[in-house]
Structure formats: structure tokens, C-alpha cells
């Protein structure tokens, strides 16, 4: 149950407070049932610089839902999509890229309306309200207490927009120099995608009918796993051109194909059904992060020479010759680790940069490193891989297929990656 909010005056300002019952229920209605009267509102949102493309995939997610419990309310929201760009992890430091590159767009308007950022700036600008995410300066307190307050600025948000002359705000805006916001605040937030929806409707910003909300990954999964987690995941199928390039490699130097490796799937996500009998196609998949995880996770890695022992044994035991590598390892290293395999062990990677974006091309990687039978083994603790090991779930391939990883040389029989099952209902 929400409980009621509370205004706290201090002073000649008004700071919005509210708090809320961490196991309040919503109805379960039709996200995309709504009157056709009833006005439109467009909720904009930006990530955090540093934050890597498959963790703004996760952040997606959690702002869908957000969308979804406001229509749910019977407010007409529309979620419009943050172009991609300046990615930490990309080699090439494009900007302000469309969703359409990526992922399909019937798809995701198949969990709740989206748009792209170009289309949106066709009918507004313009923004009505930035709100920009910050945590509590005093931290979390004895207890975690989903709440929001508006709150001074604190570093960077007040390097990162600016008050012009004509008393209009201006920030980095996935990089369009023309856009501009009439108003802007902090606010201090502690929750999740149910919190975010009641800030949205606090009556500070209910009268808003565009609002973008920056850092947006300051809040969490409302319920991580749950129905709804999935319904966004599955709705976020990928490109049917990037699907169509990766298969097209499987069919010429894998082996594989969906009807023979069991991975069809429905034009329509909300008609798939839960099943286990994936077999993928004749191949090993490997994800093999290297670059920043040599620093930040050095102690959880296998040497090279490690990597490509346990590789060759699971070859010779799952008696496969091919190996789909997908890395951000510098070629010096590919070709380190391919001097360690026998002649009969092939090793296969898609690196056609001229016709694809760093992002398109980790995409078509996702989706052979998805689809090989018996075994995936991937970097510990990347997003890279969580992604992978989604998709298979929703694919259907066995459990112990599935979650796996690569162990340091020293610890042979490490912890191996959580489990995190596909929920239908």
C-alpha cells in the first residue's frame, strides 16, 4: 500500500517527500490499453557516461517498467528511446545512434510505446522538466526506505547542465546542441522502477507532458526476475538484420542453423512458451573478456595459456572442432591463445567493421555465443555474458548448458555464475 506524500516546507521552498511500502502490489492490466483521449506524455531518460551498452540494456528495463505501472494507472506515457554513443567500451566514439540499429522496434512496442529520440524532437521541444537522479548524501541510514526528496545539486549534476540567458537549460542531450529543457532539479532517490513511477506522478511534475530523467540508473528492478523483468527482456529482440548477418556466419563456418539446432523462435515474443529442448548448433561459444577486466578482475581470470587449456579439453570432450570467440582481447592475443590449439581446432570470429558499429557488431557476437550446444563459458562477472545467458533462457536451452564460467588457473573448480530462471506467469 502507498502511503500518503509529504510535502516539508522549509523555508519560502518545497521539497517533495515521499515513502513507500516496499511490497505494494499493481494490478495486472494491458500496458498498452488506454484511451484514446487521453494526452500524450513522453518520459525521456540518459544513463551515466561510464555505463556500458549491456548494462544500459538492464537500465531499459527498469524504465520500461516504469512506463508500464504508469499506464497501468491510465496515464497515456510513451517511453522515448536515449540514442546510442560515446560508449566507454567502443572503440569507435559515435554518437547519437537509433535503437532501430540495434533492436526491433515492433517488438518493444509490443511491452509498452516507444519512439525514437528523432521522432519525438518532431513534435517537442522544448523539454518540459529534466530531473536529475542522485543518491542521499548521508547514504542509505540504518534502514533501506524507498523514498525521493528534491535536494541541492550534488557534483556532477551541477557541471552537467547549465542556465542560459534566455532561462532555458542547457546539457549534453545525447549530444543535439539544440535541445533544451524549461526546467530542471535534483532529486534524491532511493528505489526502484515503482518509486521512479511515484515521483513522476508527484503533483511537483504530474502537469509535465515531457519529462526526462537523467542517471536514470540510479534505481533498481522492482522485482529483479519476476514476470515483468522477463516480458521487457523478451520484448527486446534484436535487429532482424543484425539476426539475419549472424546467420548467415552460422550457416557458412559453424555448422548451425535454428530449424537444426532447435532455436527457432515466434514472430511474437508474447506467444512463446517455456521449453528445454535447445540443442544449438556443433560448436563451442566462449566469451573472453580481456582489456579492463585484466585490471579489475585480474585474480578471477585464467592466464591465456589457462584459457586455452580448458578450452581444448571441453572440445575434446564435447568432440566439437570449432570455437566461436567473441573478445575484446587485442589481436596479439587472439592469436596467443589460437597458438595453444591443435591443427584440428578451428576458431571463428565475426570482425566485419566496415559494414557494422562496435555495437552492432557486439550484438551479431551475442548472438553466436547464444547458440552453440552444450556449453557456454564466459568472463566473470560481465553483462556481456548475463545478456547471453538470458537469451538462452528464453531460447530453452538446458540449465547446466548454460551458466558456466572460466576459472583462474589456480582455482580449477571455482564458484561457478548464479542461476537465473525464465518465468512465464
Known amino acids: 500500500m502507498h502511503l500518503p506524500f509529504l510535502l516539508l516546507v522549509l523555508g519560502s521552498s518545497v521539497a517533495l517527500r515521499s515513502k513507500v511500502d516496499q511490497h505494494h502490489k499493481v494490478s495486472h492490466v494491458d500496458s498498452n490499453k488506454y484511451s484514446i483521449a487521453a494526452e500524450k506524455k513522453f518520459l525521456l531518460y540518459d544513463v551515466n557516461f561510464g555505463e556500458g551498452f549491456n548494462l544500459r540494456r538492464d537500465v531499459y528495463m527498469r524504465v520500461a517498467n516504469t512506463v508500464r ?33 540495434f533492436f526491433d522496434l515492433e517488438s518493444l512496442n509490443r511491452f509498452i510505446p516507444v519512439m525514437e529520440f528523432e521522432d519525438f524532437l518532431d513534435e517537442n521541444r522544448p523539454i518540459d522538466q529534466v530531473i536529475y537522479l542522485q543518491h542521499y548524501e548521508e547514504g542509505w541510514g540504518t534502514e533501506y526506505v524507498r523514498k525521493f526528496d528534491e535536494r541541492r545539486c550534488l557534483p556532477p549534476a551541477d557541471s552537467h547542465y547549465r542556465k542560459e540567458n534566455d532561462s532555458k537549460w542547457r546539457g549534453w542531450f545525447y549530444s543535439y546542441e539544440d535541445v533544451q529543457a524549461s526546467n530542471f532539479k535534483c532529486v534524491s532517490i532511493q528505489g526502484d522502477s515503482g518509486t521512479l513511477k511515484d515521483l513522476l506522478t508527484h503533483s511537483n511534475f504530474s502537469s509535465m507532458t515531457s519529462v526526462m530523467v537523467d542517471r536514470a540508473e540510479t534505481i533498481l528492478h522492482e522485482n529483479f526476475g519476476d514476470v515483468n523483468y522477463w516480458k521487457a527482456r523478451r520484448s527486446m529482440r534484436y535487429s532482424k538484420d543484425l539476426v539475419e548477418a549472424a546467420n548467415v556466419f552460422r550457416d557458412k563456418y559453424l555448422d548451425s542453423d535454428d530449424e537444426n539446432d532447435d532455436t527457432e523462435m515466434v514472430a511474437d515474443w508474447r506467444k512463446e512458451r517455456a521449453k528445454r529442448t535447445a540443442k544449438g548448433g556443433p560448436y563451442l561459444g566462449i566469451h573472453w573478456r580481456r582489456r579492463d577486466f585484466l585490471y579489475a578482475r585480474h585474480d578471477q581470470l585464467p592466464s591465456i595459456k589457462g584459457t586455452a587449456e580448458i578450452l581444448e579439453k571441453l572440445c575434446e570432450k564435447l568432440k566439437l572442432n570449432r ?34 558499429n562496435d555495437g552492432q557488431i557486439a550484438i551479431i557476437d551475442q548472438v553466436l555465443s547464444l547458440r552453440p550446444c552444450c556449453t557456454l563459458h564466459r568472463s566473470y562477472e560481465s553483462t556481456f555474458t548475463f545478456r547471453i545467458q538470458e537469451d538462452r533462457e528464453i531460447l530453452g536451452f ?3 548448458s548454460t551458466f558456466n564460467r572460466l576459472c583462474p588457473d589456480n582455482i580449477p573448480d571455482c564458484e561457478q555464475p548464479p542461476k537465473w530462471k525464465i518465468v512465464y506467469k
Open 69 to 101: 505501472l504508469l499506464r497501468e494507472s491510465g496515464e497515456n506515457w510513451i517511453l522515448v528511446l536515449p540514442p546510442w554513443g560515446r560508449l566507454h567500451h567502443w572503440q569507435r566514439m559515435q554518437v547519437a545512434l537509433s535503437w532501430r540499429l
Open 323 to 356: 570455437i566461436y570467440l567473441a573478445t575484446d582481447a587485442p589481436e596479439e592475443e587472439v592469436n596467443e591463445l589460437k597458438s595453444y590449439f591443435g591443427k584440428e581446432l578451428q576458431v571463428f570470429r565475426f570482425t566485419d567493421t566496415q559494414k557494422y
Open 398 to 400: 538446458p540449465i547446466s
